[in-house]
């Protein structure tokens, strides 16, 4: 059976040949497979002959990259975050953008407590000491920043799937939960056995740890800069397992290096991988100076990644593409509000 559609994905976060793309789509979708960085690096007219978009996070498709998609009915993300998509230039052109939610969740949630467990048991900093002088550092001082967990206050900011799944096992640890998201349905806390504050300066006033999970929009860009780390307790500690640019790396910086919080990971960056030169934040977390050692914890935008959490993203991703060219079944639209259905195309 000949093809009758194409989707293309330009920026491909694996090492094989589409394989269970390929299972998905079966014999009459076929898959263009590349692994770029920048636009300019594929032909217009692979642009102008895809069906669909499946794409990653390595590409960001703006209108210079819309404009080429001359017969594109999808573009689907092939993860949860979107930001890098834009949303109304996608809609004006009858093209709606679906994304992929429903996998990695309990990755995100697991690196989000692992990140609170490594900052406040001192475990990276025991490793690191030992590691240089496994006898001379047989001690407890690299460890600066290690303290009882049971009875402390976790806020979280965003209570959506990730959020609630870092919850509840942050529960275990003994730990009261609070959560700030005007966006979820009133009750929702009272279910989950959760306090809802009102305001994020509530919340972060009174938290001991501060755990984001929320989406990359125009209301949370930097949302955490000089005014909301103004508020936080001195001994809190801030864990960002959602979007990079959430938090402002500058305003971090004199944060922790005035003594106005306590520490910091980040498994996300505003750039990824970070440009050269570095920022102020990391390059001294590079050069390791006493007044930042053991209180800054950065992981590769790793938090999402096992092998099952990789396959469950390819595999619901294609499903989500090959659904709507073959039927128009569309789920987990993110543009419905720009989307122009008069240009839809079928």
């Known amino acids: 059976m000949a093809p009758r559609f194409t989707i293309l994905t330009p920026d491909a976060q694996y090492a094989d040949d589409a394989v269970i793309e390929r299972q998905v789509g079966g014999a009459d979708i076929e898959f263009v497979i590349r692994r770029e960085r920048e636009r300019r690096k594929i032909p217009d007219e692979v642009y102008a ?10 590409l960001r498709i703006d209108q210079s990259v819309i404009d080429k998609l001359a017969r594109c009915r999808l ?18 052109a009858g093209i709606p953008v679906a994304n992929t939610p429903d ?3 309990s990755e995100v949630a697991d690196h989000a407590v692992g990140l609170m467990l490594a900052l ?16 001379g550092n047989y001690t407890l001082a690299a460890g600066r920043l290690t303290r009882r967990i049971r009875g402390g206050r976790l806020g979280i900011v965003g209570l959506g799937r990730i959020g609630t799944a870092t919850a509840m096992r942050a ?35 009174a938290s001991d740890i501060v755990s984001i999970h929320a989406p990359l929009t125009p209301e949370t860009s930097r949302l955490f800069g000089d005014a909301a780390f103004s508020v936080m307790r001195p001994n809190a500690v801030l ?3 959602a979007r990079g640019a959430i938090v402002d790396l500058e305003a971090l910086h004199r944060a922790l290096q005035s003594g106005r919080i306590a520490g910091a990971a ?3 960056l505003p750039e990824e991988p970070p440009p050269e030169p570095l920022p102020a934040l990391l390059a001294a977390y590079r050069d390791q100076p006493d007044w930042l050692r053991g209180r800054l914890i950065l992981t590769p935008h790793a938090a999402w990644s096992s092998p ?13 593409a090959v659904a709507y060219l073959r039927s128009g079944a569309l789920r987990n639209c993110v543009n419905e509000a720009f989307l122009d259905r008069k240009k839809l195309r079928r």
């Open 49 to 58: 002959s895809c069906d669909a978009l499946l794409t990653w996070h390595e």
């Open 75 to 92: 573009i689907v993300r092939a993860g949860v975050g979107f930001d890098h998509i834009d949303l109304a230039a996608a809609g004006a």
């Open 103 to 105: 996998y990695g969740t």
């Open 120 to 135: 406040l048991r001192g475990i990276p900093a025991y490793d690191q000491a030992l590691q240089t002088d496994p006898a």
């Open 171 to 205: 529960r275990a640890f003994g730990l009261q939960i609070l959560a700030y998201d005007p966006y979820i349905p009133r009750g929702q806390e009272i279910a989950l056995g959760i306090t809802r504050v009102e305001t994020l300066s509530d919340l972060l006033s």
């Open 239 to 241: 864990i960002n397992t």
């Open 266 to 268: 980040l498994d996300v």
């Open 308 to 320: 099952e959490s990789q396959a469950d993203a390819r595999r619901l991703s294609a499903e989500t």
